[in-house]
């Protein structure tokens, strides 16, 4: 399986922050990463695939970069609709297609 | 509009089978561009990937779950389902389905949610 390391696991910040959030492959993944935002209750939405492609209707604070093992998740300006954890999600292997872990994010 | 919406029962006795369909509503399962996926969430914990199936009845599944997950497809009802064999109380989640892009010849992202389906194990 590929592992995929996500942190940190909880971050607390300030409407108006800047929050970045790292995961890290335990094999190369090229870009195939995803991003998803799930909030209490809820299923998870989709922001941002391939790495650093927004998907359809998410803000332009959500951004995400990176290739091979080690990718970045970031918002820009931190709203108080953003509160919700975060997963990333790589699909390069299929055996098992696997989330990270996770970050609950707080204000 | 598209929409998704899981069924099954909400309690499943240890040993047992447990089946769930989803059934889609707004667009045709016939899309070359999509597969159609199953993620589950145990209590407090995060995601885990069960398996992706295309229309054609390809499919994809976690090796961590064995011989004992079967995909279906059945485009002309447009609905696909999963069943899992021999349940326990690790298999207590929440179960969502999910449309999946087809990208690189392979299920990518999952860019649509059902609302998902509190699945417990419990005799």
């Known amino acids: 399986d590929i592992q995929m390391t996500q942190s940190p696991p909880f971050l607390s910040a300030s409407v108006g922050d800047r929050v970045t959030i790292t995961c890290q492959a335990s094999?190369?993944?090229?870009?195939?990463l995803n991003w998803y935002q799930q909030k209490p209750g809820k299923a998870p939405r989709l922001l941002i695939f391939?790495?650093?492609i927004l998907d359809t209707g998410v803000p332009s604070r959500f951004s995400g970069s990176g290739s091979g093992t080690d990718f970045t998740f970031t918002i820009n300006n931190l709203q108080p609709d953003d509160v919700a954890t975060y997963y990333c999600?790589?699909?390069?292997?299929?055996?098992?297609?696997?989330f990270g872990g996770g970050t609950k994010v707080e204000i | 509009q598209l929409l998704l919406q899981e069924s099954g029962p909400g309690l499943v006795k240890p040993s047992e089978t447990l089946s769930l369909t989803c059934t889609v509503s707004?667009?045709?399962?016939?899309?070359?561009?999509?597969?159609w996926g199953w993620v589950r969430q145990p209590p407090g914990r995060g995601l885990e990937w069960l398996g992706s199936i295309y229309f054609a009845g390809n499919a994809y599944s976690n090796p961590s779950l064995k011989d004992r997950l079967t995909l279906s497809v059945d485009p002309s009802q447009n609905r696909f389902s999963m069943t899992l064999y021999s349940v326990g109380a690790a298999d207590t989640a929440i179960y969502y389905c999910?449309?999946?892009?087809?990208?690189?010849?392979?299920?990518?992202?999952?860019?649509?949610w059902g609302p998902g389906t509190q699945v417990t194990v419990s005799s």
């Open positions: 999600q790589q699909y390069e292997s299929l055996s098992p297609v696997t």
């Open positions: 094999d190369d993944i090229r870009s195939f």
């Open positions: 999910a449309r999946v892009r087809r990208r690189a010849a392979r299920p990518g992202p999952h860019d649509f």
């Open positions: 391939d790495s650093n």
């Open positions: 707004g667009a045709s399962m016939r899309s070359v561009d999509h597969f």
